[in-house]
């Protein structure tokens, strides 16, 4: 298991939603540092790395390559994620990626 204060530069590679499903509503991410499994981390955790300064995130794309940086945004109080070049024509890179809900079995084993 890698941690987040182990890199400069991560790749998320889908993410966690509860409804209805915005920017906001992102409650964790799946990262890959690049030669490891990946990872998931909260969204506070994320921000928190992205906040030392040196850190940077990019969403990786469908083919692998590495789409456009995420930066963290503030409305009313609340801090998310976004990436950049969003448009009103094209929704964010993060909405587009793969969505993962948690294990049923792993909520059931921890519950023992």
């Known amino acids: 298991m890698a941690s987040l204060a182990s ?12 409804e209805p499903g915005d920017l906001a509503d992102i409650t964790a991410i ?9 990872e998931e981390s909260s969204v506070a955790d994320f921000i928190g790395w992205l906040d ?8 990786r794309q469908p083919d692998g ?3 456009p940086r995420i930066v963290v945004s503030d409305s009313g109080g609340q ?3 976004r990436s950049l070049r969003a448009t009103a ?4 890179a993060l909405l587009l990626l ?3 809900q948690p294990s049923k ?3 059931h084993m921890a519950a023992r």
């Open 7 to 18: 890199f400069t530069t991560l790749y998320v590679t889908a993410i966690r939603v509860v």
């Open 30 to 38: 799946r990262w890959d540092g690049g030669d490891l499994a990946p």
């Open 65 to 67: 390559a590495r789409g």
């Open 105 to 107: 079995k792993r909520k």
């Open 98 to 100: 793969p969505r993962w």
């Open 52 to 59: 030392r300064g040196d850190a940077r995130a990019f969403v």
């Open 79 to 81: 801090r998310y994620l």
């Open 89 to 92: 024509d094209q929704p964010d």
